[in-house]
Structures are given as C-alpha cells and as structure tokens.
C-alpha cells in the first residue's frame, strides 16, 4: 500500500425529494449564478423544483453549457457573473455542467482568460459551488476534477478546482435520460473504477474488492436498466456507483493508469464523441497493448468479476478483455474506432500531439504519444 | 435505498513516516492540549515523534485516559484545558484516547460538568482535535461518535461530536500492539460492519459489497496478523479496514442495527471486558435470537463469505452463525458468557437497565430487555 492523504469535504444528499432540501445548503443573502445545459432540466421537473426552492434568493441563470463544456461558453458564463457579482454557483445538470461550473467558480475571480487556468491546471481560489445532479456518470459531483474542451483548437485537458460544497442527488431525475446517455453514463463509471484498478496486483485487497464491488454492481443492473430506465432502486443504485466510483475512496493507496482517459479525451476532442463511448473503445485495446504489464491484475479481475477460472494466464487475460469488451457492446456502444468512423489520421494526430506536449500517460508515465498509437492501432 | 445525507471532512493521512507530517495541520501558535493513554507510546516511538513535530508549539500533556474513558478522568483533562487555556486537541492513543479526547473538546467550553454533555448524547461546540490513532479498531479517528463510561454508576454511553479535523495513521506503530487488543480491534471492525449490514437484504447491492469487502479482507489477513503482527501490507491492511468500516462510507443508504453494541457496552460497564471481546460474545447470540427476522441476510453473508452454498435457509443461517463464532475463537476470543464468568444476575441486570431507561434497539427499534435477555442467554 502506498501512503495517501485522503479528504472528501462534499456533503452528499441523496434521494428522492431531496432537491427540497436545496434552500438549507445556500447562506442566506447569496448572489447566486444557476448554471443549466441544453434544458432537459425544463422537462424533468428539476427546473421548476430549483426555482421553487430558490425562491427567497437573488438568481442568475445561465443556460447553454454544452457536454464536453467548451472554454467559449464557459467566458460568457463568467462574464455574465462578474457583472452580477454573483458570489454563489450552484451547477444543475450532469458531469458537463458541474465540470464547466467548476471553472467558473475559479474564473469568475481571476482577473485574466480563464484558459490560463486551464493551462495551469488548477486553481484553488474559487467561488462555493453547489450541485444538483441530473446524469450519473463523471463523479464530477464529489471530486475536484473538471474537463473543459477548446472548440478553437480542439483541445480537451483536465482541470482541479475545489470539491463541490454539496451535490443533490435525486435518482428519480434519471428516468428520462436518454438511454445512450445511461449507457455511456454506465461505462464511464466502469473505467473510472478501472483506472484505480488495473494497475498491479498487491496494493490493497480492500481497494481491490470495493472496485470489484462497484463493478459486479455495474454488471448486474446493467441489462436490467437497460429494459427499465424507471425504476428507483435500479437508479439509485447506478448513481451511487458513479459517485462512488470517482470520488477517492477506490483509490486509497493504491497507483492509478488514466491513460484511457487522456486517450479518449482526445477522441473527443478531434471527433466530438461522447466521453464514455471513446472508453469504451479505447479500454479494450489498452488492455491488448498492455498486457504483459497488466497480467496479474487482469487475471485477478477475470476470476472474480468474469468467473474465468480456466486456461493459462495469457488465455485468461484475453477471455477478461474479450468479456470486457462484449460488456460495453451490450450496452450499445462502439468497441472499435472503426465503428465511430475513425481512422488512421486521428491515430496519428493523437501521437503526434503526445510526442509533441512531451505527455506520457499511465501507472508508470509509459504511455508515450508512440504507446498510444499502438493501443490505439488496437482498437480498429 | 433509504435516502441519505453524507458528508465526512476529516483528513486521512495515511503511512508509514507520517506522523512527521503533524506540524503542518494544527495551525501556528496554536496552545495544544496532548492527551495520552497509559504510556504505551514511550515505548513505540511515538511519543518522540510526536515531540519533535510538535517543537514549535507550546504544548500541556495530558496521561492515563484509560480503555473505555471514564468521565472521573475526562474531568481531570477538562479542568487542565480550561486552565491552560488551550485551542487545539491532539489525541495520541487508540480509540479510547480518542473518545475521551471529542468529550475533552467539548467539556473545555462547556461550563457545567461535562457528563451532562454524555446524559444530552451530542454537543457540537468543540475546539479543533487531531489524532494519531496506534490501534486500530474503533473507527473514531474518523467519525463524530465516542464512548464514555462513568465508573461510578458503571454507565456507558456513546457521545457525538465532530469530526477530527485529521487523522493520522502510520502501521509501523502497530507492530508492538498486544495481540488481544489486536484480535479485540480485528472483532470491533468485524462487528462495525456487521451492524451496518445485517438487517435486510436488497437495501443497497453496493453497500453489500462494500460491507463484505472488509469482511473478506479481515477474514484473510487475520491469521496471517495472529502469526506475524510487524508485515506492514498486512497491518495496514487492517487499518484501512478498521477506518473505513466506521466511517460512514459503508452505511449509505442503508438500515444499521446497533444492538449488539448496546449489549456489549452493558457488559464491559458492568465487568470491564473489553469491547471487541464483548461483541464476539454478543454478535453470535443475538443472530441466534433474530435468525428468522435476520435470514435473508444471513443466508446471503453465508454464502458470499463462507460459501455455504447447501442446505434450507434455516440450515444455512445456522452454519453462517457457526462459522462466525468460529471466526471469533479462532482469534483467541471468547464467545459465550460462561468464558468470561458472566452469569444469570448480569442478564437480569441488563434487562431491567434497558426496561428502566425505556429504550429498545436494532434496526426496528425492537430489542427491548426483554430481547436482550433472550440474546443473552442465547450467548451462555
């Protein structure tokens, strides 16, 4: 085990009818910018519940903050907050939304582009930021972490802020997502879990088995929630999942990859695809190209989550990806780079943009911009 | 899944060499008051640890708060505090230490006598407190309860405060522990979980996993612990597990149940035996009692835990309760009453506490003294 500082300060209300509860959470006399997305927020209900609750506050909306929030959107929405001195956010929507938030919180108190602190990669000194979560999927809503995208040059980075002060969690909110929004949503929380997983054996059997835990779940509701997106236990359970699977508490102690992630942001960064479907295909083939390296675990994860119990290690790590990968087709999503129309310029343009930020990615800062290439040449 | 609200700010730091961190968390200049148990740490390495991080503060020693704290002594360190006009707590103990150090916190800014504070349950106005926990068990390095006894009227009762603001936990100064309270430390955790789990099935299928985590984590390491207590993976192992089974973070959603505590606190006020060793003795005895109102679950921890896997519900309820038992002598605890001397009076002695205060227990509020008689006698 490897030593660790841990500490979550967000406080988690979770439930249904919990957005009632959203007045408590605000101090009295806040300026407070609502920050909203598309407007799905306007049908579900949430709309009208959050202008209820903040009925005795001053309020500004901001609507419009797109998935994989874009830094051209996020300038206005920092505008708009310096001009009403807003001195409170609360984000209403899913990972985009809080993530955009997130750098809103920062911006709105730092005199130049916000871009720089994107740059920069992190900034502490935010405005309180509050959320109520509408799409399980990124954890955005118990952790410190954000990523904004810059339409201009088609870059997408990670960004740490502060953890939000609280996030509103109401399960029944989810029954009318859109269900690839779910399933994306599904296999996001997957390769979370997997990214403070699959690294080496050994670290820690309890981090081990909470990620297990968070994954059996996973792959039990699955199926179920895919026939029946309405139903409150099935949901709540799903929503926890994210949460807890991108919150800290899978990673204590143990070494963590992410270079799924940092490959994927840049899918979708060229490509505009949704976050959770570029890991989706991106995951399998990492595994491929890494196999050697990750055996023990893969092994260890085949047995325990895939019941493959049989053949020698190498037989064993294929079946873990080869029923990894029929999981995220069984959700409806591409596997391959083929099926999202990808080829191999994009391919090339990923290596050449790692080699060229000097980046290498993983457990063991080994997935240079050429390590990249060949997962990438093995998700085809 | 029953709605919930979480939130647990205290700051974990975690390893081997980090108690050369505590400098940096208790703020400049602040007045510390040092609460100790009963010398143990002179002898571990800890104490001089402590003193040399602590150079820069003026700091008042406080010794000998004893297992299960009694309020005679906790009065003794408020008084001390109070006249030294201290603004910071670090306690460097097990949980005992601990416990007595969140009633400390309080009972320094509470003017009456500080068992009024135990009698009322809760009291939020506390000065900051800090630990190093050296025995892992109870799980108060990061939570808000603590246990206090009142030697005088042999009473026990659990107090609620704040958080710690941090914890410190390095394994290394569990490796000199003596191996009963190791094996009581290995039982309270066990038990820790078990009051947050078995009650009702299909509550939370995380929760479950989480909750069985620890439980296949313990169930490993515990022999391997009982042969050789200085392996650092191993003992911190068992750390993580003992914190993170009382930190909420296995509770989300879920029902708790809370009576074999409530019994076993009535034997160590009564007999002084130490509380790991009270709950291997009640836990077994009060599944017997609520086998029926308990077998969904029991059936479930029997199979995903001991594989027991054949037989009608009832069977397999029985054989998890004997396999539990059997886990607990395995530690060198005791499980029944006759090994501790305790008899028929000491039954009758707690029915008639709990019928006089009029309280019941459990996850339906239903383990009255009438029900603890019966579980009591089912642990003979």
Redesign the interface.
């Known amino acids: 085990?490897?030593?660790?500082?841990?500490?979550?300060?967000?406080?988690?209300?979770?439930?249904?009818?919990?957005i009632g509860q959203l007045a408590k959470e605000i101090p009295a006399g806040k300026r407070v910018l609502v920050t909203f997305g598309g407007g799905s927020v306007r049908k579900n209900g949430v709309y009208d519940q959050v202008k209820e609750a903040l009925k005795d506050f001053e309020t500004i909306e901001f609507w419009g903050i797109e998935a994989n929030p874009k830094i051209e959107t996020l300038r206005k929405a920092i505008q708009l907050g310096k001009e009403k001195k807003v001195d409170f956010l609360l984000a209403v929507g899913g990972g985009s939304v809080i993530d955009g938030s997130k750098l809103i919180s920062a911006g709105i108190l730092y005199d130049g582009d916000a871009w720089d602190l994107v740059l920069k990669g992190s900034e502490e000194k935010t405005l309180p930021l509050g959320a109520i979560l509408t799409l399980p999927a990124t954890g955005s809503e118990m952790n410190r972490g954000a990523v904004i995208s810059r339409l201009e040059t088609a870059e997408k980075y990670a960004f740490y802020s502060n953890y939000p002060v609280f996030s509103i969690l109401d399960p029944t909110v989810t029954y009318t997502l859109p269900p690839y929004q779910v399933a994306c949503g599904i296999a996001d929380t997957f390769v979370h879990v997997m990214e403070q997983y699959m690294t080496t054996v050994?670290q820690?059997?309890?981090m081990d088995?909470?990620s297990?835990?968070?994954i059996?779940?996973l792959i039990?509701?699955a199926p179920e929630i895919l026939r029946r997106q309405d139903h409150?236990?099935l949901m709540?359970?799903f929503m926890?999942?994210a949460t807890?699977g991108l919150n800290g508490?899978v990673a204590?102690?143990v070494r963590q990859d992410w270079a799924t992630h940092m490959i994927g942001h840049e899918l979708t960064a060229l490509h505009g695809l949704t976050h959770g479907a570029t890991l989706a295909i991106v995951l399998p083939g990492l595994w491929r190209t890494l196999k050697q390296k990750k055996m023990g675990k893969l092994v260890q994860f085949g047995e325990r989550i895939w019941q493959i119990t049989q053949g020698s290690e190498e037989e064993r790590a294929e079946a873990t990806i080869q029923k990894t990968e029929a999981f995220f087709k069984s959700l409806g999503l591409p596997t391959r780079l083929s099926e999202a129309g990808i080829g191999e310029s994009t391919i090339l343009e990923i290596e050449k943009r790692f080699n060229e930020r000097k980046v290498a990615f993983g457990e063991d800062q080994d997935v240079t911009g050429t390590v990249a290439r060949q997962i990438l040449e093995n998700c085809r």
């Open positions: 085990m490897e030593n660790f500082v841990f500490q979550n300060p967000t406080k988690l209300i979770f439930g249904k009818g919990m050994g820690s059997r309890l088995r909470w297990e835990g968070i059996h779940t039990e509701i409150y236990e709540a359970e926890l999942c807890m508490f204590l102690g």
